[in-house]
Structures are given as C-alpha cells and as structure tokens.
C-alpha cells in the first residue's frame, strides 16, 4: 500500500503586470505530476534547475497550495485541508532542506531544535524531551553534549545530521529530502546518504528524494522520476532507467553524467541542443520536442502521456 500518492497535481503561479497589475500570465511549475510512494521505498525526482521538482516537494509538503490535483498521505486526502485541519496531519510528512541551517533559529541551542517539534505535537516534554533528543543526536552520529551547541557551532555535514535528526523526531512516514546532500563535499555525502538508508531499513521510511545529481539518485533510490519542465517524461526502477533509458530526455541527462564506461564507448553521445523554454510559455505538445533530436510534426501538437510499455517502467514520448 502506497503512504503517499500525487495524482495529476498542478502549481500555476500568475504574472501580474501592467499599472493595475493584471494577471497577464501564468508559470506552468508543475503541470499534471503523478506517482506513488511506497513504505520503506525511495523515489528519486530528477531533471535539470528549474523543472520544477522543489515546487512538486513544497507543495506535497503544503507549504504551498495546489492549483489543481490530489494529494493522498496515508489513504487521506490532504489537498484542500486548511492549515489548522493540516496540522495533525504534519508528523507524518517531514522534510529535509538543503541547506538546514537557513531553516534553524539561530538563537535556540541545537537540543532545542529537535525538541521543539516533540513539544508542539504533545509528545514529549521536560526530561522525556531531553532524552529522546539525546537519543536521535546519537543516532544520527552527534554527541548528545553537542545539544548544548547553536547551529552556527556545526560543520555542514553536522548540520545535516541536526536537520535528519529532527525531521526524524516525530516518527513521520515520509520523509521529503530536497537536495540534501549538493552542498556538502563527496566524503560527507556518502556518509549521510548511508545514514539515511540505513534510517529507511529501521523505521520503514518513505522518501521523496529531490535532486539533479544522478550519481546521488543511483546510490539512493528505488525507482527513479524524470522531469522536465513541469512534467514527468519517465519513471522507472532505477536498474532500468540506468540501463534502458526511453525518453531522449533521459538519454541526454545520463550521458551527460554518468561515468565513463568502456562497454558504452561506440554509443553515440546524446548531446541536447538549445535552452530549457521559459515555463511561463512552455511550447505545445511535448515540451522536449523543440530540443529534442528525434521529434516528429506529431511531436509539436501533441502531449504524450506517461504510460506503462515495460512492467514499471512509464515514458511519456510519441516514439516509444
């Protein structure tokens, strides 16, 4: 059973413009997602700055509001919930940020940090707080008399730690992780993605795991989501994806980035031509074919939709 499901959701952001500041336009960041999550499964979200695979977290997340689609955490449909309806509702869908020290108050101590959420939800409070917070400090690799610390005391991958370790305070059932390891150096990179994987196989874990880096997403994910500009264009496991990409999209991103490999030395590099269009005005029918190698006249008209030719492997593409 899938504890979180996104079915066909859309995030519209109007221009405004002009002396009275009309809506004159509207930017197209997500524009018709669909996936599901499973318990103790990792779903990487890929695709270049811009596509708008943060706004598909923030807005799972309902730090912003959907213009369009579902939202379904544990079997609940959590789409219009005003944020007071929202709030019982928030232990079970956590996140990790980028860069967790933007989202920490600086004048409250670490211990303080990752209790504060234990006393908000009325689960722990005085010593019972103290102590499970001592308990996820050593969990997550800190030493429980670092609680004491403010953040601006840790490394960045210490601060990591401190942000898994209170998203981890409420037991929640998903957990969305937008780029959380692209700041931090390679070393320190391994080192949390193992502590979150090893987190995933304790607790049962769902992640939504946001990130450009496909070396990051091999390491991490169960299956793999390709976006661009707004949509999905493939979803697959990620041995398939790696190993038969469908969409030219997807063929363009591996191989840019995937590390040589001498039984793919006579393949030919996909290279893709010109700039990602503007989201505000993304071009009609598939929104690759103006970059894409292979497009057909059909390819200009009309939307490919995401489907199923392989068991669990979907790719929106007119050629496939």
């Known amino acids: 059973m899938s504890v979180l499901e996104v079915d066909k959701l859309v995030k519209h952001f109007p ?5 009275l500041q009309r809506r004159v336009g509207e930017v197209r960041a997500v524009d018709g997602v669909s996936f599901a999550i499973a318990k ?3 779903l990487g979200l890929v695709g270049e700055s811009g596509c708008g695979k943060s706004t598909v977290g923030k807005t799972i997340l309902k730090l912003i509001e959907p213009t369009s689609g579902r939202i379904v955490l544990g079997g609940e449909d959590i789409t ?5 309806a929202m709030w019982p509702h928030r232990k079970r869908i956590q996140t990790i940020f980028q860069d967790p020290y933007s ?5 409250l101590s670490s211990g303080t940090i990752v209790g504060e959420p234990l006393e908000n939800f009325g689960i722990a409070r005085g010593r019972e707080r103290d102590e499970r917070v001592a308990a996820l400090f050593q969990r997550v690799g800190l030493r429980p008399d670092a609680m004491r610390k403010f953040a601006h005391e840790f490394s960045g ?17 998903v957990i969305v992780a937008d780029e959380p390891v692209s700041a931090l150096d390679v070393s ?6 193992n502590l979150l994987i090893d987190l995933q196989e304790e607790r049962g874990l769902a992640y939504l795991f946001i990130s ?7 390491h991490i994910s169960h299956r793999i989501a390709v976006m661009y500009l707004g949509r999905i264009v493939e979803l697959a496991t990620k041995r398939e994806l790696f190993a038969r990409p ?20 006579k393949r030919k590099r996909a290279i893709v031509q010109g700039d990602v269009p503007s989201p505000a005005k993304p071009p009609p029918g598939c929104h690759f074919h103006t970059r894409c190698p292979y497009a057909v006249a059909e390819c200009k008209v009309a939307s490919p939709t995401l489907r199923e030719v392989a068991p669990g492997h979907f790719v929106a593409c007119h050629l496939r």
């Open 80 to 84: 219009a919930l005003k944020p007071g």
């Open 212 to 218: 450009h880096d496909l070396a990051v997403m091999r």
């Open 40 to 42: 103790g499964e990792t």
């Open 188 to 193: 320190v990179q391994a080192q949390v993605l």
């Open 103 to 107: 989202s920490m108050n600086p004048r």
């Open 157 to 173: 991958g210490q601060r990591q730690r401190l942000g898994i370790a209170k998203a981890l305070s409420v037991s929640p059932d």
């Open 246 to 265: 469908l969409h030219p999209y997807t063929e363009a991103l591996l191989s840019a980035a995937t590390a040589p490999d001498p039984r793919r030395a």
């Open 15 to 19: 221009i405004h413009g002009g002396l």
